[in-house]
């Protein structure tokens, strides 16, 4: 993958929430290619989520089932057999791949902070790179400052909820090697530069 893959439209829909963890978790019986067309049961069938209102679920199931397409489903075979810690790192790479916001926000930002050590970070960061973008991308002219607001907040708590900012400070997550791997063994050799490896690290798993 690389970035010119990435140069269609902007969508606002990442504040529909943020890693939805537990709702993922949650809806795991229908992450497969056999079960992902049932996955609206759920809206008005409620077993799985702890929401009472039938429009959030909604929500909610739709951005899961964004997420899912915007993936192989060997990745939520992967999620159900990791640690909580790396089933929320694979969810942050799910949601790179389903926003192309978030992809370039990681990139242009947070690992650009990264590699230059100036690890503060905050939505302050993310309205600065929307500002940015709105010549290229004329779709976030037209979202609302409310709109600007909620999503500069739901970037940084995606960050946050995967375990990449720690008292407002980037940080790496040190998981296994065997880990790492999976994403070079599905051709997903970039998610290890977002995920804030170093080279040396990089090389390692590459090789």
């Given at each position: 993958m690389n970035k010119i893959q990435y140069n269609?439209?902007?969508?606002?829909?990442?504040?529909?929430g943020a890693l939805l963890y537990q709702e993922t978790i949650a809806l795991l019986?229908?992450?497969?290619?056999?079960?992902i067309d049932n996955i609206t049961d759920q809206a008005s069938n409620n077993t799985l989520l702890k929401t009472n209102s039938e429009?959030?679920?909604k929500r909610i199931i739709s951005e899961i089932r964004k997420r899912y397409n915007s993936v192989n489903s060997n990745v939520f075979t992967k999620l159900a057999d990791s640690t909580i810690i790396e089933q929320k790192v694979l969810l942050y790479f799910?949601?790179?791949?389903?926003?192309?916001?978030?992809?370039d926000f990681a990139f242009d930002v947070a690992v650009k902070k990264w590699l230059s050590r100036e690890l503060t970070i905050s939505s302050v960061d993310?309205?600065?790179?929307?500002?940015?973008?709105?010549?290229?991308?004329?779709e976030i002219e037209e979202w609302s400052p409310k709109t600007h607001k909620k999503i500069s907040s739901v970037a940084i708590k995606?960050?946050?909820?995967?375990?990449?900012i720690k008292d407002n400070k980037l940080t790496s997550i040190n998981l296994s090697i065997?880990?790492?791997?999976?994403?070079?063994?599905?051709?997903?050799?970039?998610?290890l530069k977002a995920a804030l490896l170093n080279q040396e690290q990089r090389e390692q798993i590459i090789g």
């Open positions: 269609n439209k902007y969508s606002a829909s990442i504040t529909g019986p229908y992450l497969n290619d056999k079960s429009s959030a679920r799910v949601c790179l791949k389903a926003y192309p916001l978030l992809f993310v309205l600065r790179f929307l500002d940015h973008n709105s010549a290229a991308h004329p995606i960050l946050k909820d995967t375990g990449f065997s880990f790492w791997k999976f994403f070079h063994n599905i051709g997903e050799t970039w998610f």
